[in-house]
């Protein structure tokens, strides 16, 4: 027995999202099945469907930022029961013995941790050997990678904090980002709309750094204190070795140099965005000053549950334009062209429709 599951799916890279109906497997006990509401639009969702990467397996059904309410549970979970509402991410599966796992940090495991959708799915149980994501009407999941999300909040407005929100807020408390700092976010799209709130809330003096002029005045509204444009060559040199930390989300390669200009000595740039090589990166800015260029994954289970909390309290959400699932293909073509404030969500419900 297996759970019929509704869902848009993809089938070729240049093929649009489409109605697409598929199993998931029958709860095992440690599972959860998942009744989804929301799911967002994470610009990782479209460089996969558009194999970008290079990876993509078809048919492929995206969606990593999932929130939904609990359906039924297998009878060894224990911390969920039907009605409640959680979250799923970009993860639902990992090894869970290695030195990450045992971290906390399933997003490194050593292993090979299983995404949320296009990951080979170890579990089984369906004729699929690919995970299928949050854009469709059920999920079943372990409970380990289950999370809860704070009933203060606006279930639409906090499903991007899934993947949106864990990947910057990740790297903020790695780097402990704090009070007398001066950050600088890269990229105002939807992990940047977080990174803004997100240090703000952690007490940083907050530089937003767009490449589009017109979102300087939302940048400040969502907690940015000042905004540098990047294109603006002067403002850029003026701010060179100013800054403690910058967080970089631009979603393609691009030359490095400029923005490794802007840190201090021995500050840190983490990129969280480009997969392709960057370019531009020369020794100079890392040698002269001991600056420092990382980067990041998403979070662990443990620190996606920490940042939900740190939402709950001081009730941080995602700036969201929530959609029917028939607007899918436009909303990505919009993301793609930056015209949206600043994540799409899918209300599930349409799915039915
Ligand atoms: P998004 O909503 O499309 O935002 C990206 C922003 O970057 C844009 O709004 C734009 O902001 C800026 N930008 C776009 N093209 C640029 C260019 N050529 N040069 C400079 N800036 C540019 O994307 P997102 O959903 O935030 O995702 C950002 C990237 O992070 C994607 O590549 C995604 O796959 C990746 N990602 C990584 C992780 C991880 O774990 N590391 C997790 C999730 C997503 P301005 O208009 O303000 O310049
Ligand atoms: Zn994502
Ligand atoms: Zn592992």
């Known amino acids: 027995m297996t759970i019929a599951v509704q869902g848009y799916a993809t089938h070729s890279p240049t093929d649009e999202l489409a109605p697409f109906t598929f199993e998931r497997r029958d709860p095992r006990p440690q599972d959860v099945v998942i ?68 971290d906390g940090l399933e997003q490194y495991c050593e292993n090979g941790f299983t995404g949320t959708y296009g990951g080979e799915d170890k579990i089984g149980g369906t004729p699929h050997k690919m995970t299928f994501g949050g854009y469709s009407d059920k999920i ?31 790297p903020l408390r790695h780097w402990k980002v704090g009070p007398g700092q001066k950050v600088g976010v890269i990229g105002l799209g939807g992990l940047g709309h977080m990174g803004v709130k997100f240090a703000h809330a952690m007490g940083a003096h907050v530089v937003m750094i767009t490449t589009s002029p ?55 740039m ?16 890392l040698i002269f000053q001991r600056r420092s260029m990382a980067g990041s994954l998403i979070g662990g289970l443990p620190e996606t549950q920490e940042m939900l909390d740190f939402c709950g309290e001081h009730n941080i959400t995602c700036d969201i334009e929530t959609i029917t699932i028939k607007d899918v293909n436009a909303a990505y073509d919009r993301t793609v062209k930056g015209d949206v404030k600043y994540r799409f969500v899918i209300d599930m419900a349409s799915l039915k429709a």
């Open 270 to 285: 983490v990129i969280v965005g480009a997969v392709e090589p960057l370019t531009n990166v020369s020794g100079i800015p």
């Open 140 to 170: 079943t999941v372990d409970e380990r990678f289950v999370l809860r999300i704070p009933n203060n909040l606006d279930l639409a407005a906090a499903a991007p904090l899934l993947c949106a929100g864990i990947t910057t807020y990740s």
């Open 214 to 268: 017109k979102k300087g005045e939302d940048a400040r509204k969502l907690g940015a204190d000042e905004v540098l444009l990047s294109k603006d060559a002067a403002a850029m040199e003026a701010a060179q070795n100013s800054f403690d930390f910058l967080l970089n989300t631009i979603p393609v390669g691009h030359d490095v140099d400029p923005y490794m200009a802007l840190l201090k000595r021995d500050a840190t």
């Open 35 to 102: 009744d989804i509401l929301y799911c967002g639009i994470c610009h990782s969702d479209i460089h996969f469907a558009r194999n970008e990467w290079g990876w993509t397996q078809y048919p492929f059904v995206p969606g990593h930022e999932i929130v939904g309410r609990v359906a039924a549970v297998g009878k060894e979970v224990s911390k969920y029961k039907a009605g409640d509402l959680v979250g799923v991410g970009c993860l639902v599966d990992s090894c869970r013995h290695c030195t990450s796992c045992s």
